[in-house]
């Protein structure tokens, strides 16, 4: 199992539980509100922080059908391409919580479409 995929799997769950127990807490305490807003906004970053990561592992899979350049076998392709769909899911997720928190203040993490850093083409 890639380093990579490990490490970026273990964060990426992490951020999943924090976003959860962000979700679950329910309405803000009008006292609470900037506090929430400011963990929210911690979630986003932290998916920032990913998405470099998560973006070049997908193009690699995405190469897999190609065996001049495949980068992973088949069994880590399907982990790479859940392991998008989660962080998708967060993305979206996160989204959802701060335009809770605060309509004005919702922020979009970009996924930057990056090649496989193997294969540059």
Known sequence: MSTVYARTATALGA???????????GATPAG??????????????GGAELQPAVAKMKACADQAHDPTKSTYGPGM???VLALHARFVTFVDAVEQLKARLSPSASQRIKMKP???PRHQD
């Open 32 to 45: 609470q509100a900037r506090e929430a807003l400011a963990r929210a906004t911690a979630l986003v970053d």
């Open 114 to 116: 990056l090649g496989c």
């Open 77 to 79: 392709v399907t982990k």
């Open 15 to 25: 951020l999943e539980a924090s976003a959860a127990t962000e979700a679950a807490a």
